[in-house]
């Protein structure tokens, strides 16, 4: 089977930093994805990692370790607009076939 | 240019009926996939097609679920008959593939549907 963790939620204080971790076990696996989902919105494309190593997107960052199967998102500065649910996701083919993640609920306070 | 399109936004109906749910995905996206949300599986991936041609349809829960692609602009999921535990939301996304390299999908807003 197919298995994807992560925590189910997280809270932080505005303007600090948060990670978000996840580790999967797959049956494939092409790289990892980190998707953004507001209340009642949909799922939004935040950032995608084949390689092991640190990519950066502003004041997001994502992780990846393919030897030991995880990843993390790294949120900096946070603002009260990233309170969101962020979902892992892996990607299994070359069709971009992806598994996500239950998601992990960040509450921000002020 | 216009994101994933899919109607209705809402639908409620009575246990039994047949439901349509539509998806218009972004112009030139090769891949579209269906995926339903609930809060207890989260968010699950259906079936997807690419070039209009269904690719994977492992996640289709029911013989109840069919779905169909008849051309590049439009996509249906149909559930025949409903069932109360059908209710969910369902996000239709679309994708372009570039020689192997990860694209990000492009979600509708989705299908809020409740069986009664």
């Known amino acids: 089977g197919q298995s994807l963790e992560q925590p189910s939620e997280v809270t932080a204080v505005e303007g600090a930093i948060v990670q978000i971790n996840c580790t999967y076990q797959?049956?494939?696996?092409?790289?990892l994805s980190w998707y953004q989902q507001h209340d009642g919105g949909a799922p939004t494309f935040l950032s995608y990692?084949?390689?092991?190593g640190l990519e950066e997107t502003g004041r997001f960052s994502s992780f990846l370790s393919r030897s030991d199967s995880y990843g993390y998102l790294l949120l900096q500065e946070l603002q009260m607009k990233d309170s969101a649910s962020y979902f892992c996701a892996v990607r299994l083919n070359r069709d971009d076939k992806i598994i996500f993640g239950k998601g992990t609920r960040l509450h921000i306070l002020p | 240019d216009a994101g994933v399109i899919q109607s209705p936004r809402h639908e409620v109906t009575e246990m039994g009926q047949e439901v349509t749910l539509r998806c218009k995905p972004i112009s030139g996206h090769d891949y579209l996939f269906w995926y339903r949300q609930t809060m207890m599986r989260g968010l699950e991936l259906l079936i997807y097609?690419?070039?209009?041609?269904?690719?994977?349809d492992s996640g289709m829960p029911e013989d109840r679920f069919s779905a169909k692609m008849p051309n590049a602009s439009f996509s249906t999921l149909k559930i025949q008959p409903s069932e109360p535990r059908d209710s969910a939301v369902y996000f239709c996304a679309s994708s372009l593939h570039r020689g192997g390299r990860n694209q990000p999908q492009h979600f509708g807003d989705g299908t809020r549907l409740s069986i009664l």
């Open positions: 990692n084949a390689l092991d």
């Open positions: 097609f690419n070039n209009n041609v269904p690719i994977d």
């Open positions: 797959t049956s494939g696996f092409y790289g």
